[in-house]
């Protein structure tokens, strides 16, 4: 793996990370890769009420994005503990991973604890939305997410923005 303190960039892969997932086994984004898009959420902690909120937001769609093929991922910096705590009591039915040092929210170039962001990837890695919510908590809408999710999945990689159509 590279190490980069730069954010991802369109045009680029997604730098990849394995981390523990919250409730046993590990979160490798590889495994999406030629799969299912992506939509990462970094938040502060397992007890920012503004980033529990956002991510009660995402449950409450979460079947939308399922409909195209996109899965969500909550990475926590904190501890095991915390992040088993935040996923059972928000019942999230998606994954949260643990960030413990804050090592892949640094690789991405955010300060853990300081930063909150969301980016989205299409189904091979390539980022498309990177947005660094900061301490204001400016969270991306879930409805554009998911319907930029839509268009991810209707377009072939590597940016050619040619829709792919297929006969009903």
Known sequence: ???TSEPPREGLLLPGFQLPRSGGGVVRVRAY???????LVFVHDATCDECRTYLCRALAVYAAYGDEDTEVVAVVPDSAER???????LALPFPVAIDHDGAVAR??????????AVMVTDRFGEPRIWHICGAHHDFPNHDEL????????????GGCSVPIWSDP
């Open 146 to 157: 998911i319907a930029e999710a839509r268009y991810l999945a209707l377009t072939c990689s």
């Open 33 to 39: 890769r030629g799969r299912r898009a992506l939509v």
């Open 1 to 3: 793996m590279t190490t």
């Open 83 to 89: 992040a088993a705590a935040l996923h059972h009591t």
């Open 107 to 116: 690789r991405y170039g955010l300060t853990p604890g300081r930063d909150a």
